[in-house]
């Protein structure tokens, strides 16, 4: 049973440029959330989609924008990259229904780097 | 905002010693208090969760404490070993939503 997969696990971008990560939910999972972590910081919300919409999101700018498709899977874009946008980005999945205990199943993680 | 205070930042335990993690939070909407482990390049694993209805809950050598009326919660490791070794996060959500609130982690280092 693969657990939620992310793609690459590492990326160099300069500032300016854009970037599309990628995440594959859990099996059974319809539901994908977004989190920034920071170096030394904990994961901080990002959005969350759910039948292919954004239902949720956290105090990040217009900059960062997803996709989800039909096969549950999301990309995470960011344009006009900062500095500040250096972290491990993560992907966790859930199904929906069992909103009530809220467990999210994180992936390893996409390390992006700004130079 | 910080809305999930952790503490402490870092923490060194001889093997076979208790390590406790702290956490307090301001939001009184928050009902849903997990904690995850994390271990160097790798993503957060969850560990155990409690909600505000239990004063505490235990899953093998791992016990959340949770005190609604000061708004506070602990995570009690028994036991420790060096493999939990490990950054470990304390975090929050309200009801029915996926916006987890995280603090900001605690290195736990267990000594041989």
């Known amino acids: 049973d693969a657990g939620v997969t992310q793609s690459p696990t590492h990326l160099i971008k300069t500032r300016g440029q854009q970037v599309t990560l990628r995440c594959s939910p859990k099996s059974g999972h319809d539901t994908v959330s977004w989190y920034q972590q920071a170096l030394g910081q904990g994961p901080q919300f990002i959005f969350q989609y759910y039948e292919e919409e954004e239902r949720q999101r956290g105090n990040f700018p217009d900059r960062f924008s997803g996709h989800q498709f039909p096969n549950y899977s999301s990309e995470l874009n960011v344009n006009a990259l900062l500095l500040g946008d250096s972290a491990l980005y993560l992907c966790?999945?859930?199904?929906?229904?069992?909103?009530?205990?809220?467990?999210?199943?994180f992936g390893d993680g996409t390390r992006l780097s700004i130079l | 905002q910080q809305q999930v205070k952790q503490s402490p930042q870092s923490l060194i335990v001889q093997k076979g010693g208790i390590s406790i993690i702290n956490c307090a939070y301001e939001n009184t909407a928050f009902d849903y208090f997990p904690w995850y482990q994390q271990f160097p390049g790798k993503g957060p694993a969850l560990l155990i969760a409690?909600?505000?209805?239990?004063s505490e809950k235990k899953e093998g050598r791992f016990t959340i404490s949770f005190n609604k009326s000061a708004k506070q919660f602990s995570l009690h490791i028994m036991d420790s070993q060096p493999g939990d070794s490990a950054t470990y996060f304390c975090?929050?959500?309200?009801?029915?939503?996926?916006?987890?609130?995280f603090g900001k982690g605690t290195l736990l280092t267990v000594n041989p």
């Open positions: 975090a929050a959500a309200p009801r029915g939503n996926y916006k987890l609130t």
């Open positions: 966790a999945s859930s199904l929906y229904e069992t909103v009530i205990n809220q467990p999210q199943h």
């Open positions: 409690i909600r505000p209805d239990v």
